[in-house]
């Protein structure tokens, strides 16, 4: 079935840092990558939705200069998350559509925390 | 505003029991209502879907009932076990490569 990934799983950053967040279709294209953000025991807020070639298209009250969102290949989306805050601490997760179905695959999601 | 409104916001069930979770939606565009389940520290994983088309899918424990002209649908768990234990979200959406509306979750505990 499709499997997509993320990378890192776990991440540490400093504030005023950068960090970027990887999320790879493993055996599958996605022609369309959505990220999302949730706190704890909450549910998911989407980010931004991204297609391949394409800038992303941001919901209201995301900043994108702040959260860069680069889809440059079928298979890769990258969240770059810029001069980070400690409010940027959070779990980010991505997901994937290949575009043949309805189906969102979803990655394993990547904590985020900032110190 | 909140496009899937999902009940109840906790729920704990024995060993064995049923679980029934529901959701309501307003828009009649959306056309593909999935479930999902999370367990801590983890990304979402699919459990069953449904099209409006039909008002029932069975897979396995897992059952989706739909009711289009109430626009609710509900997840049942039959035969509920620990491992069950996690937080369910429904979700609409409205066609392929299209956002979903997640609704607010639901956090099931098993107790043996």
């Known amino acids: 079935g499709a499997v997509v990934s993320q990378h890192p799983s776990w991440v540490i950053c400093k504030s005023g840092t950068s960090v970027k967040i990887e999320c790879r279709s493993l055996?599958?294209?996605?022609?369309?990558m959505f990220w999302y953000r949730q706190f704890p025991k909450q549910s998911l807020m989407l980010m931004a939705t991204?297609?391949?070639?394409?800038?992303?298209?941001?919901e209201q009250g995301v900043e994108k200069d702040k959260f860069l969102i680069n889809h440059a290949s079928l298979t890769l989306s990258t969240l770059t998350v810029t001069s980070a805050h400690p409010e940027d601490s959070s779990f980010y997760i991505c997901?994937?559509?290949?575009?043949?179905?309805?189906?969102?695959?979803f990655g394993p999601g990547t904590r985020l925390t900032v110190t | 505003q909140q496009q899937v409104k999902q009940s109840p916001q906790s729920l704990i069930v024995q060993k064995g029991g049923i679980s029934i979770i529901n959701c309501a939606y307003e828009?009649?565009?959306?056309?593909?209502f999935p479930w999902y389940q999370q367990f801590p520290g983890k990304g979402p994983a699919l459990l069953i879907a449904?099209?409006?088309?039909?008002s029932e899918k069975k897979e396995g424990r897992f059952t989706i009932s739909f009711n289009k002209s109430a626009k609710q649908f509900s997840l049942h768990i039959m035969d509920s076990q620990p491992g069950d234990s996690a937080t369910y979200f429904c979700?609409?959406?409205?066609?392929?490569?299209?956002?979903?509306?997640f609704g607010t979750g639901t956090s099931l505990t098993v107790i043996p």
């Open positions: 991204s297609n391949e070639g394409s800038k992303a298209t941001y």
């Open positions: 828009n009649t565009a959306f056309d593909y």
């Open positions: 449904i099209r409006p088309d039909v």
């Open positions: 979700a609409a959406s409205t066609g392929t490569g299209n956002q979903f509306y």
């Open positions: 997901s994937a559509s290949s575009g043949q179905s309805s189906e969102q695959y």
């Open positions: 055996d599958f294209q996605a022609t369309t």
